[in-house]
């Protein structure tokens, strides 16, 4: 991440641990015994160990793509129906345990989990000045992982005190969602009473970061009074910038609205195929752009979670987020005169947000774009909070204004403002939560807690599609049951 100062030495302590990327149940190695004894016997091998949790957050474009591509908001794309078989599954609502990409979401999570876990195992070794503080961010990081986690898979196996040894396996089974949620607030809390309000170094989280992040936690959960209050916490404290699209340029990083933003750089010449999350870029971005793309500003991509003609037109006249949003090549070639190859799928629409742009890469171009992504932005937090104050029978005035907020920003004024109560203020909080959020990888997780995948979703079927399947591995291996339907 762009703050890391010592690399090499996170480099050299997680090369003996063992990775969590053949299972979650594995056998680990002396050298993890090893490295313990002879490493955390400073303030700094401690701070070089939680800057190699927050690496796993790098690795997560996957959950990105996927948050769109399975809803109603874009396509699959690519090169053909057989390019990354994974994504093109999901897109169709036809994937099984056998998808390498589900596979990799669950193991990038659980390598996150297992190195907070480290920590923790570690924790009481040595005491130090801020240790407190930096234990608040393990905590978080947990908490980040683990949400993801749910989100994705429900019941999931749950561990905490220590990482996985050669005696858990086939022992772990999956903890009940809700005790997962229960873990997940917890560490949060402790995050909150532990962390600062600001941080010296940028994409570090702070106190308002797990407390938005708490917020949204409650909100999927339904607990609408605890949401609006932990949220209330957050209002205020950040504010929109006033042209929606700077935000998502390099200019626009780890601005006023950031409340959480994954760190990438394009300045480590680290890069290898066999290991496409070991650099410090966003692999993620190379997905989004037209394929053999010949013109200014943007740069050549492949063409995958293309945005659908009915995201494109959904939007009111007026509302300047979705040129900011979406790419219309036609109209941006007839400007200048660009071209590209149609890919799979092919809707002349590209993510506007995370597409790969002139310049921003570094020594291998896919594996190394530089750009942040922002996974908690203030925008979220003020719909959030007015769904939460409306949808709990709180307070409706105060949902309007937030969302009005968010509509003022949009459209320039306040004619587009939204006066409804009730239900109808509940349908607009959600509608405007895609137009505000969409292709950043929110809609498919928001459709299924609201109860709205099944009418909205193409092949979605109720009772199954709510969550993903168990990597088959995982019950091959360590035995765990598998998610009705699958």
């Not at 490295?35 to 959950?63: K, M």
């Not at 940028?202 to 797990?210: I, L, P, Q």
């Not at 929109?240 to 300045?267: C, I, M, P, R, W």
């Not at 005169?337 to 890919?343: E, K, N, P, T």
């Amino acid at each position: 991440m762009k703050f890391f100062k010592q690399i090499t030495i996170i480099s050299a302590l997680f090369l003996f641990v063992p990775s969590c990327t053949d299972y979650v149940d594995y056998d680990p190695v002396d050298d993890f015994q090893i490295t313990a004894d002879a490493y955390f016997f400073s303030a700094d091998d401690y701070e070089a160990a939680v800057i190699g949790t927050y690496d796993p957050l790098q690795w997560q474009y996957l959950n990105i793509l996927i948050g769109d591509i399975a809803s109603d908001n874009s396509l699959s794309g690519g090169e053909s129906a057989t390019d990354v078989i994974g994504l093109q599954q999901i897109d169709n609502m036809t994937h099984n345990p056998n998808n390498d990409n589900l596979t990799s979401i669950w193991r990038n999570l659980y390598e996150g989990i297992n190195r907070a876990n480290y920590l923790e195992e570690n924790k009481a070794k040595l005491e130090f000045d801020n240790k407190t503080a930096l234990y608040g961010e393990v905590y978080f990081l947990r908490a980040y992982y683990y949400f993801e986690l749910v989100k994705f898979f429900g019941d999931v196996p749950l561990f905490t005190e220590s990482r996985l040894t050669a005696t858990d396996s086939g022992t772990l089974q999956r903890a009940p969602q809700s005790e997962v949620y229960a873990q997940i607030e917890l560490d949060l809390q402790n995050a909150i009473s532990a962390l600062p309000t600001s941080q010296t170094q940028k994409g570090r989280v702070t106190r308002f970061t797990a407390q938005a992040l708490l917020g949204k936690v409650y909100l999927y959960q339904d607990k609408f009074t605890e949401a609006a209050s932990m949220l209330e916490n957050v209002i205020g404290v950040f504010s929109l910038v006033n042209n929606y699209g700077d935000q998502f340029l390099k200019a626009g990083e780890n601005g006023t609205e950031s409340v959480f933003e994954v760190q990438h750089t394009n300045t480590s010449n680290w890069w290898d195929w066999d290991c496409a999350t070991c650099g410090e870029g966003n692999f993620g971005i190379i997905h989004n752009g037209p394929r053999a793309f010949d013109g200014p500003e943007y740069a050549s991509g492949w063409s995958f979670n293309i945005p659908s003609n009915a995201l494109f037109d959904s939007f009111e006249a007026g509302d300047t987020r979705r040129e900011a949003s979406i790419l219309d090549f036609e109209a941006f070639a007839e400007d200048t005169g660009a071209s590209y190859v149609a890919g799979y799928k092919d809707t002349g629409y590209f993510n506007n947000k995370y597409i790969p742009r002139a310049g921003e890469s570094g020594a291998q171009t896919e594996l190394n774009y530089l750009t942040n992504y922002r996974s908690i932005r203030y925008a979220d937090v003020l719909l959030m909070a007015a769904e939460a104050n409306n949808r709990g029978g709180i307070n409706d005035g105060k949902a309007q204004d937030y969302l009005n907020q968010v509509r003022e920003r949009a459209f320039g004024d306040t004619s587009h403002n939204i006066t409804s109560t009730g239900s109808s203020l509940t349908q607009a909080i959600w509608d405007e939560r895609n137009f505000e959020l969409s292709m950043e990888g929110h809609r498919f997780f928001d459709l299924v807690r609201t109860g709205e995948a099944a009418n909205t979703i193409t092949g979605f079927v109720a009772g199954k599609h709510e969550v993903f399947p168990i990597p088959q591995q995982e019950v091959d291996i360590s035995g765990l049951t598998q998610n009705a339907g699958y």
